[in-house]
């Protein structure tokens, strides 16, 4: 899969993630659409390292699972960072 499609997939699915954890997360669009690609790239390495399925085919609904999970996962992480550094 080239660069674009890297992108593009990672906006949309940062769009999904975001959909799927609703909140006030600081950082708006771009900072979505920069996780999204993050959390596509690690849900790829995951894949591969732990099932031996890593990001293929645009089109292939495995791509897009583990790319969704791990933009969840960047997510996630990134609420945690975020909320424990506006407390201190």
Avoid at 51 to 61: I, K, Q, R, Y
Wanted: proline share 2%; aromatic share 8%; glycine share 20%.
């Amino acid at each position: 899969m080239g660069i674009l499609g890297w992108i593009v997939l990672g906006l949309v699915v940062g769009a999904l993630a975001k959909l799927i954890m609703p909140g006030d997360d600081p950082g708006g669009v771009i900072v979505t659409g920069l996780l999204g690609v993050v959390g596509a790239l690690l849900g790829g390495f995951v894949g591969r390292a732990l099932f031996g399925a890593g990001l293929g085919e645009f089109f292939d609904l495995r791509t897009w699972v583990l790319a969704l999970v791990g933009a969840l996962i960047v997510l996630g992480v990134y609420r945690l960072v975020t909320r424990r550094r506006a407390r201190t």
